[in-house]
């Protein structure tokens, strides 16, 4: 009997997450499938079908991710793939200097898969092939960094990559990968309707 395999996915009710669960449960995973709004994440999960597991996740706020967590053990006591996907975004400028933007975005984009990662890692550990994927951009590129704009969902990106690295060095002794990846400029609520790429294709690179 083939053993399951179990995947979680931060930010999932809607846009590139629900789309990368839809993919994953398609591939034979047993998905959860979370969003900060337990509603938006049982519609999602009953959309999805019932290898979706519906889960409370907020992301930036650390009570929220260890309940979860403890959910998840609750249900396997291995996990297979996280998928850090949850994301907030303005259009703010480096030179308004807004704060509270920066603190909102950096929370959500930053620090909320550095909490997540830290308590599903066990569960990680515990998998013969364990991997965080965390969502990425293009504009948090070093080199795109020039062209300004976006400036605390640029700054969370890069930090996000910075903190990919420094983990995947610290889990090397460990069967534990760690991912950073960008989808591209997707068609989502966040991407807008200008964006070029369709939702399947901005999930598949993750998948």
């Known amino acids: 009997m083939t053993k399951a395999r179990f995947a979680l996915v931060t930010g999932a009710n809607r846009g590139i997450g629900n789309e990368i669960a839809r993919q994953l449960i398609d591939k034979g995973f047993v998905v959860f499938v979370t969003s900060r709004d337990v509603d938006k994440a049982r519609e999602a999960a009953k959309s999805l079908g019932d290898s979706a597991i519906a889960l409370e996740l907020d992301v930036a706020n650390e009570t929220s991710v260890k309940n979860a967590a403890e959910k998840v053990s609750g249900h396997t006591s291995y996990l297979d793939v996280l998928v850090n996907n949850a994301g907030i975004m303005f259009e703010d400028r480096m030179l ?41 951009s293009e504009m948090g590129e070093l080199a795109s960094l020039e062209y300004g704009g976006y400036a605390s969902y640029r700054l969370s990106k890069t930090a996000l990559n910075a903190f990919t690295i420094l983990l995947g060095s610290e889990l090397k002794a460990t069967s534990v990968k760690v991912f950073s990846v960008c989808p591209g400029w997707v068609k989502t609520e966040m991407g807008g309707s200008g964006a070029t790429l369709p939702v399947e294709k901005g999930a598949d690179t993750a998948v």
Do not use: C, E, R
């Open 96 to 136: 308004d200097f807004d704060i509270g933007n920066i603190n909102k975005v950096m929370q959500t984009n930053f620090v909320g898969p550095i909490v997540t990662s830290k308590y599903l890692l066990p569960l990680l550990k515990k998998s013969a092939n364990g991997k965080i994927i965390n969502i990425s």
